[in-house]
Each structure stands twice: as structure tokens, then as C-alpha cells.
């Protein structure tokens, strides 16, 4: 049972990079899920969340209008779609799917927004 992140990677400002969170063991199709991330020295926050149908979505002010949480259910996958990328955005970014006290945490993907 497990998710796993991919997709990060180095880009430049302004650039464009799609995160996928692969669940295993589990379907996510009653799973709300979660992207989050966490800059060094910095507490984990929340960036985007899709609620289990897919009919509900919340995001960071920090990256509303750049960023797009989506699911794939035949997939059972996660993405997020992240534009016009920030200095600001790196981060390690997590996938989190809870369903009442379940809660499960990928192992984090790391991106960096340098020139």
C-alpha cells in the first residue's frame, strides 16, 4: 500500500512541470486527496486538494490560477499541473489521501525553480 510521487525535476522560472501521484494497494476513488509541500526550514503546507469525486477543489492563494489539482480514477492517479513556476515554489511536494482516520503519505518529490 503505498503512493508514489514523480515528476519534479529543475525548471526555470516561468516554466511548466506535472507532478503524478501513483497509488498502489488502494483505490483513491473514496479518497480525498491532497498535494502539499515543504520548503527547507519551512513547516509543510498545503497547495491543492480534490475532494473524492473530483467535483470540489481548494488551493494555497500562493498558487491560485498557476496550479491544477486533477485525478484520474482508471488511473488511480493524482496530478498536479503547475505553471509559471516561482523561485518561491521549491519544495519536496507530497501526495496525501485521507478517507475518515486513513491517511497516506507519499515519499515526496523535489522541485526546484532556478535560472
Known amino acids: 500500500v503505498q503512493l508514489v510521487e514523480s515528476g519534479g525535476g529543475l525548471v526555470q522560472p516561468g516554466g511548466s512541470l506535472r507532478l503524478s501521484c501513483a497509488a498502489s494497494?488502494?483505490?483513491?476513488?473514496?479518497?480525498?486527496m491532497s498535494w502539499y509541500r515543504q520548503a527547507p526550514g519551512k513547516e509543510r503546507e498545503l497547495v491543492a486538494r480534490?475532494?473524492?469525486?473530483?467535483?470540489?477543489?481548494n488551493y494555497a492563494d500562493s498558487v491560485k490560477g498557476r496550479f491544477t489539482i486533477s485525478r484520474d480514477s482508471a488511473k488511480n492517479t493524482v496530478y498536479l499541473q503547475m505553471n509559471s513556476l516561482k523561485p518561491e515554489d521549491t519544495a519536496v511536494y507530497y501526495c496525501?489521501?485521507?478517507?475518515?482516520?486513513?491517511?497516506?503519505w507519499g515519499q515526496g518529490t523535489q522541485v526546484t525553480v532556478s535560472s
Open positions: 496525501k489521501a485521507v478517507r475518515f482516520a486513513m491517511v497516506r
Open positions: 480534490i475532494n473524492s469525486d473530483g467535483g470540489s477543489t
Open positions: 494497494g488502494f483505490t483513491i476513488s473514496s479518497y480525498a
